[in-house]
């Protein structure tokens, strides 16, 4: 089937490199209000230079699973897309109930949010006419910082709207959990219950989890794990990261993908908790995979098809290739 680009439909087999979970912008509900010195012409010129560094690097692809309410922007990314070269996926849906999910959503069905979620994956994103190509799912707040560390009512009746939107569209799902508290394996009880083919979905920011009891469930029930956020170190560090890939590697479990979660542009001002996350955090950026994981995990020992499985065979089989 054909994956909706920025800049129109290409076909799995397009994809090639591909860096999974990337953001080109993102602030959270309210960033809107303090915009004040934002300048958009400044900040595109930046992301443009980091999508053409990480050409340079061999990528070819990025998923944005921004969410609706984080400051997705379509045709920032078209402009992006268009001026880099990088090929660019952009979500519909909706984030966790601590930190986001729109009063709007709250208050309709889960078919109602399906509608919605439908109409940008096949008709476009507002006026626009950039169709999303994958949708996002968000569960858990974050512990220790949100009273909400649980999966919560509102954020199932999300998953049941990212599934049924998925049946009607065949469009993937990019499933955000907390790594502290991660519900991967209660949303894919969800999507069980509604049907989904786990071929589809994509339980993210695993690589932080640290848990071998937690990654065999997943990957024994045919999903795929997201490896999404190399180089935040305080959440986890790369050298954890990279002992759980190395030992699910070994093993024979390769139905993983890699990214970093980075975010080119901070919509509003910068907060505190992302102003150390970054200062602690010298590598994250688009570049980190390639420039350090990969040689990382080829001075261990993995094989190029491993390498290429992760990077550019999983991302096509998961867009349907
Ligand atoms: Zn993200």
Redesign the pocket.
């Known amino acids: 089937m054909s994956i909706n680009t920025v800049l129109g439909k290409c076909e799995p087999r397009d994809l090639n490199f591909t860096l999974i ?1 990337e ?1 080109l912008m ?1 602030g959270m509900p309210g960033f809107e209000f303090d915009m004040a010195g934002f300048d958009r012409k400044r900040e595109l010129a930046k992301v443009v230079e980091q999508l053409k560094e990480i050409k340079g690097l061999g990528v070819n692809s990025m998923v944005d ?2 969410p609706m309410e984080l400051g997705r922007d379509p045709e920032f990314a078209a402009e992006a897309a268009e001026k880099s070269g990088i090929r660019i996926i952009i979500a519909t849906g909706v984030y966790n109930e601590a930190l986001g999910y729109p009063m709007h959503m709250r208050m309709i069905g889960p078919d109602d949010m399906a509608e919605i979620y439908v109409r940008e994956l096949t008709e476009g994103i507002g006026k626009t006419g950039i169709k999303a190509g994958i949708i996002k799912t968000a569960t858990g707040g974050v512990p220790g910082w949100t009273n909400d560390t649980a999966i919560t009512k509102l954020e199932i009746k999300a998953l049941r709207a990212a599934a049924r939107a998925q049946k009607a569209t065949g469009a993937p799902i990019l499933c ?1 959990n907390n790594e502290l508290a991660p519900f991967g394996r209660e949303t894919l009880d969800v999507f069980e219950e509604e049907g989904v083919d786990f071929n589809r979905v994509l339980i ?1 920011h695993a690589c932080g989890v640290g848990n071998m009891r937690y990654y065999f469930d997943i990957l024994n029930r045919g999903a795929w794990l997201g490896f999404d956020r190399f180089g935040i170190e305080p959440i986890a560090s790369d050298k954890m990261r990279l002992a759980s890939l190395f030992g699910l590697l070994a093993v024979g479990f390769d139905r993983i993908m890699l990214s970093h ?1 980075a975010v080119s542009c901070w919509l509003g001002r910068m907060t505190k908790g992302a102003e150390e996350m970054i200062k602690a955090s010298p590598n994250w950026n688009y570049s980190h995979i390639c420039k350090n994981i990969i040689p990382t995990l080829r001075q261990g020992g993995v094989g190029e098809e491993k390498i290429r499985r992760m990077t550019v065979d999983n991302p096509r089989s998961y867009f349907g290739g």
């Open positions: 979970h953001h993102a699973p921004c955000h993210g979660d």
